[in-house]
């Protein structure tokens, strides 16, 4: 069975702290993801991996930061958190080489709130 | 914007009836496909439909996709309270061979 795991369901933290998210899938995926999702918003694309030590801004990068050194593992850090951040994050992996496929699996997101 | 936009934002139906969600896009795709959201969890993956596909079926699901309109529909048969979920379309754009595009998706509410 494949698997996304994001390492906390819920996260409190303080304005300022510099804030780790972190995502380990277990399929070989070369592609992985990390989405913001709001109410009225759907996902936005924060940043996207295609390779180890790979990496490409999404629709908004600005106050993240990733982290890809191992395949199975992408981490999303905060610089210095703001309460605008507070957001459900959602991890997702695909992989492009099954040729027209590029369904992603999801964890299950970790809820942060900054306060 | 090359996100889809799913219509309506908000679907309540009785149980048994069908529910249909739209997908409207403006940029040419490789793929569409839709994926459904509990409450506070990750997004399953329901569906795919390549740009050269007209309908797919999967289940009590049926995607249709019409490439010149830039429009695609999810329709579930006999719903089931089980059904009351977020559900999302999301894209792959043709100048994106990777990254997945969502929409705001669309809350379908299930009454027994």
């Known amino acids: 069975d494949v698997k996304v795991t994001q390492s906390s369901r819920y996260l409190v933290k303080r304005t300022g702290e510099k804030v780790f998210l972190e995502c380990v899938q277990d399929m070989d995926h070369e592609n992985m993801f990390w989405y913001r999702q709001d109410p009225g918003l759907g996902l936005r694309l924060i940043y996207f991996?295609?390779?180890?030590?790979?990496?490409e801004k999404g629709d908004i990068p600005e106050g993240y930061s990733v982290s890809r050194e191992k395949k199975e593992r992408f981490s999303l850090i905060l610089e210095s958190a703001s309460t605008n951040q507070t957001s459900m994050y959602l991890c997702?992996?695909?992989?492009?080489?099954?040729?027209?496929?590029?369904?992603?699996?999801f964890g299950q997101g970790t809820r942060l709130t900054v306060v | 914007s090359q996100q889809g936009e799913e219509d309506p934002q908000a679907l309540s139906i009785q149980e048994g009836e069908n529910a249909t969600m739209n997908c409207s896009y403006k940029t040419s795709i490789n793929n569409l496909q839709w994926y459904r959201q509990n409450s506070g969890r990750g997004l399953v993956h329901l569906i795919l439909i390549r740009s050269n596909e007209r309908e797919k079926h999967s289940g009590r699901l049926r995607v249709t996709l019409d490439t010149s309109k830039k429009s695609s529909s999810l329709l579930i048969t006999a719903s089931r309270a089980a059904d009351t979920a977020s559900y999302f379309c999301?894209?792959?754009?043709?100048?994106?061979?990777?990254?997945?595009?969502f929409g705001p998706g669309t809350s379908l509410s299930v009454i027994p």
């Open positions: 997702a992996s695909s992989d492009p080489r099954i040729q027209g496929r590029t369904e992603a699996f």
């Open positions: 999301a894209l792959l754009p043709k100048t994106s061979y990777d990254k997945v595009i």
């Open positions: 991996s295609y390779d180890v030590k790979m990496k």
